[in-house]
Structures are given as structure tokens and as C-alpha cells.
């Protein structure tokens, strides 16, 4: 029996799907302590977009902690926070024109987003906040009532209560726009919907699927949101810092939301860290109104402020991302049509995207082929029906070609090629 059957809780679950011990990282590499390599298409779950342990990342944080820096300073200002607030300012909000407070929250996702759900009910004085079908925030209470998998919200013990669910865009089919919906029940005072605080939405549905909402849909909602009063809350956990192709997911659809939850790779490090965007005009808090003792993570500041520098100072980073976006497209849906034979489709956008099966075994069998070759990889999805490509956006083309060829055997294996089946 290993130290992990022996002690850890029951509630773990990556190490179910991948179960060997690993010891190093570097770029897209995942190192076992007996030598084996393998190709991340996981990236801490979205959080290590710049791969592990990027050098400039690596060495600013190494020459903090060797000059005696703040480790941890509560929300005190430090020489770090400094740091990455310039940066933040210098290399996202100011050349987008976005003006905005950053409220320090506890290190965690699910914490910037209680906080936004706070911060909105607040200011506004009311309760009740729209959310959408297969939405995922996170697992604390006030995120897990705006999360819809049941797997998750079975855990809760307690009613979940204070939203209201809507379709997410496509739910109901492609001809139909959703906001439509949301704009009649909103505009009748006979539709049981209570008048809302805030609507909450990811703009890719990571854990929901990879679920893309249109630029269209998106400036309805706005419009809906501006219409009847409502905060627009974007939850850009992990669709954020550059995975869609853009910093913020939102941005090719120019919508201006409220308030932006951002975490998971803002640190560029894996270190826990994550900030609220409020506009200004919405920092209603009194002072330790929401707080937590390690919202002044010091090691993050420094790490998050050497990433913006080194990735968004300019479009050189970006440019290679929507290099290796197009590849992924490419070879996905290759890769759906050679083998599918109509079972298999695409779904996702930018570095988030993925092959949807018909159902969860399907996928966990590919996961499973594709481990075994070589290749880290998740699924996602209301029955774990898509497998998810969540490679580092620093990952190079040799490493990026090698996982998706390594994807592509493993679905190889259990699907015959169509083009193959056709000829015949």
C-alpha cells in the first residue's frame, strides 16, 4: 500500500485517471520519478498556460525569495503587489481602455467568485443572479448554486439556492437565441423570475463541455443586462489569460462586463492567486467586508507581474498562440471525420477545444489509450463526454503535434477510419 492509499481522502480524482508519481515538469513535460515522460494536455486544469516552469517565471520568483522578500502580507502593500499591478495596468487594462479596481480575494476561483456574487447583491440590493445550463464556478456554496453538474452539487448537504438557471447559448438548438427567453421572463412580471442582481456566464464552458457561446449571443446578453439593470459577470477563470486567443475571452465579442473573475493561470506559476475586476463605480466593500489571510500571496505577485511582462507586451506570444489554434482546429477535425464515421464531432474554441463522443465511456477509453502512449488528457461535459485539449499555450509545435498524434491513435484504436470503411 503507497503513502497515498494509506492517507490521502477518497475525494481524489486526477490521480484515478493518471495514476504513476510524478516528479519534475518543464514546458509541456510531465516527469515521473522513475523517468517516463509525458505530454500535458491538462495543465493544472487550465492554470499553467505558460507550461511549468517557465524560466523568466521561475527566476523572478527564485531572486524574490532570495532577497527576502514579503511571502505573505495580508492585503498590505508590498513591493509585489506593486509590481503586478503596474503590469496588470501597463500590459491589459490601459491599451484596452478598461478601467477597473482589483479587489484581492481569497487565492482561490471559486472565491473571486463568491466575491462577485457578494459584491454584486451589494451593490444592487437584490438576491437572485442568472446562471446557464452547464455552467461550472466552483464548489463553495454560493458558486456551487450557480454550477450546474449534479455530480458537484450532490455534495452539498444544503439547498443551493439564490439563482436562477437559463439556457446557454445553443442549448435549445442553433436557430434559437436564448437571450430571448432570458428578455421576456426579465420583462414580465408574471414569470416567477425574481428581478436579478447580476447574470454570471463563462464564455467557454470549460467543465461544462467546451460549450463557445456566439459574439452575437454574447451582445444580446449584454443588451438583455443593460436593458433591465443587471450586472454582467464574466467568469474568466479558465477561459482567461490568453487560452481563447485574446487575454480575456470576451474581448472579440466587445462587450464591456461589470465585473471579470480571473484566477487558475494569472499566476503564470500554478500559484494559487485570483483578483475581481470591478468597475469603479461598482466597489461598494467596506473595508474587510470580504477578505481571507492569503489573499496577499506576494510569491503570486511576482510571478503574475513577470508573465504579463514576458507574454503581453506585445503580439509576438498571442500571434504563436493563434499559430497553434489553427493546428489544433486543423487536426481535431481531421480527426473527427477520418474516424467518426458521424459519431464523433468538434467543440471549443481557441486552446480549449476538444473531440465530443457519444458518451463518457467512449471518451474515457480514449484517455485512458492516450496515458498509456504517452499523453495526460481530461474529459469534461455533463456525462464526461469530450476530451479536452488544455496543452500550455507555450507548448512547442513539436510537442503539440506529438499529443495530438498520440490523441489520434489512441481514437485510432477504437474507431475504424472512415475513409478506409468508405473505399471498401
Known sequence: ?????????????????FPVEFDKAEGARLITRNGDSYIDFLAGAGSLNYGHNHPALKDALID????????????????????????????????????????????????AVEAALKLARKVTGRQ????????????????????????????????LSGVTRMPYDGYLGDGLNTTEYLDRV????????????????????????????????????????????????????????????????????????DIICLSKSLSGMGL?????????????????????????????????????????????????VRAKIALVTQRLGDIAVDYGNGRIS?????????????????AAKVCRLAFENGLVIETSGPDDEVVKCLCPLTISREDLTAGLDTLEAAVATIFPKTTILAAE
Open 1 to 17: 500500500m503507497s503513502i497515498f492509499e494509506k492517507l490521502e481522502s477518497g475525494v481524489q480524482s486526477y490521480a484515478r485517471s
Open 64 to 111: 524574490y525569495i532570495q532577497s527576502g522578500g514579503i511571502t505573505h502580507g495580508l492585503d498590505m502593500h508590498t513591493r509585489a503587489k506593486a509590481e503586478f499591478l503596474r503590469a496588470l495596468d501597463e500590459t491589459i487594462l490601459s491599451p484596452r481602455d478598461m478601467t477597473y479596481k482589483v479587489q484581492f480575494t481569497g487565492p482561490t476561483g471559486t472565491n
Open 128 to 159: 437572485n443572479v442568472i446562471c446557464f445550463t452547464n455552467g461550472f464556478h466552483g464548489v463553495t456554496q454560493g458558486a456551487l448554486a450557480a454550477t450546474g453538474n449534479t455530480h458537484h452539487r450532490g455534495a452539498a448537504g444544503v439547498t
Open 186 to 257: 426579465l420583462g414580465d412580471n408574471s414569470s416567477g423570475v425574481d428581478h436579478p442582481a447580476a447574470v454570471l456566464v463563462e464564455v467557454i464552458q470549460g467543465e461544462g463541455g467546451l460549450n463557445a457561446a456566439s459574439m452575437d449571443w454574447l451582445q444580446s446578453l449584454e443588451q438583455v443586462c443593460r436593458k433591465h439593470d443587471i450586472l454582467l459577470i464574466v467568469d474568466d477563470i479558465q477561459a482567461g489569460c490568453g487560452r481563447s486567443g485574446t487575454f480575456f475571452s470576451f474581448e472579440p465579442a466587445g462587450i464591456s462586463p
Open 272 to 320: 494559487p492567486f485570483a483578483i475581481l475586476l470591478a468597475k469603479p463605480e461598482y466597489d461598494g466593500w467596506k473595508p474587510g467586508e470580504h477578505n481571507g489571510t492569503f489573499r496577499g500571496n506576494n510569491h503570486a505577485f511576482i510571478t503574475a507581474a513577470a508573465a504579463l511582462r514576458e507574454f503581453w507586451s506585445d503580439d509576438t506570444f498571442i500571434k504563436e
Open 346 to 362: 468538434t467543440r471549443g474554441r481557441g486552446m480549449m477545444q476538444g473531440l465530443v463522443f457519444e458518451n463518457g465511456d467512449m
